[in-house]
T-cell receptor, first 117, second 111 residues
Framework: GAVVSQHPSWVICKSGTSVKIECRSLDFQATTMFWYRQFPKQSLMLMAT?????????EQGVEKDKFLINHASLTLSTLTVTSAHPEDSSFYIC?????????????FGPGTRLLVL | QKEVEQNSGPLSVPEGAIASLNCTYSDRGSQSFFWYRQYSGKSPELIMS????GDKEDGRFTAQLNKASQYVSLLIRDSQPSDSATYLC???????????FGSGTRLLVRP
């Protein structure tokens, strides 16, 4: 199957700082990447959809100025949580969809656990 | 009405039994359906996909789809303790490739 990586897997930061999370498709070209957030004991919540070379489309209620998404290449998308606060602490998961082995459906990265103190 | 409905469980079955997981969806335009498994603290992993009405088998897993009833299910035969996880049903909006996730059914397989 298709392989998607995320980095870092864990991050702890102070309130007010910005955190960047990288999502990479390792063995296929990801024309579309999705970013999700998951709070404990809840399902995945889609935050935004990003297509390579264009602006991300954010879901209703997600602040685009707080969660900056860049999809600069067919294998890399980044999510930057700006001025993070404790309520942003969550499990952030990316998924990728594209051509080749990744074409059937979304394949998920391992996730990044963010803790804001 | 939620877009995707799943019984949250936990569904508890003994080892070796058949586990039956059910899902209903509201968007009649959904054409593709996926089952993901999520272990606690991990990200989802794809188990099966199904696109046509009827059954699709893959090893111990069988997905069933009935578009008229807007119903999709997953059967797990010879359940193992390692199958204990949350199973997420996800119809796809093919125009945008978005997946609409249910809240998941937690499965517990007792040794």
């Amino acid at each position: 199957g298709a392989v998607v990586s995320q980095h870092p897997s864990w991050v702890i930061c102070k309130s007010g700082t910005s955190v960047k999370i990288e999502c990479r498709s390792l063995d296929f070209q990801a024309t579309t990447m999705f970013w999700y957030r998951q709070f404990p004991k809840q399902s995945l919540m889609l935050m935004a959809t990003s297509n390579e070379g264009s602006k991300a489309t954010y879901e209703q209620g997600v602040e685009k100025d707080k969660f900056l998404i860049n999809h600069a290449s067919l294998t890399l998308s980044t999510l930057t949580v700006t001025s993070a606060h404790p309520e942003d602490s969550s499990f952030y998961i990316c998924s990728a969809f594209g051509v080749g082995v990744g074409k059937e459906t979304q394949y998920f990265g391992p996730g990044t656990r963010l803790l804001v103190l | 009405q939620k877009e995707v409905e799943q019984n949250s469980g936990p569904l508890s079955v003994p080892e070796g039994a058949i586990a039956s997981l059910n899902c209903t969806y509201s968007d009649r335009g959904s054409q593709s359906f996926f089952w993901y498994r999520q272990y606690s603290g991990k990200s989802p992993e794809l188990i099966m996909s199904i696109y046509s009405n009827g059954d699709k088998e893959d090893g111990r897993f069988t997905a069933q789809l009935n578009k008229a009833s807007q119903y999709v299910s997953l059967l797990i035969r010879d359940s193992q303790p390692s199958d204990s996880a949350t199973y997420l049903c996800a119809p796809r909006m093919d125009s945008s490739y978005k997946l609409i996730f249910g809240s998941g059914t937690r499965l517990l397989v007792r040794p």
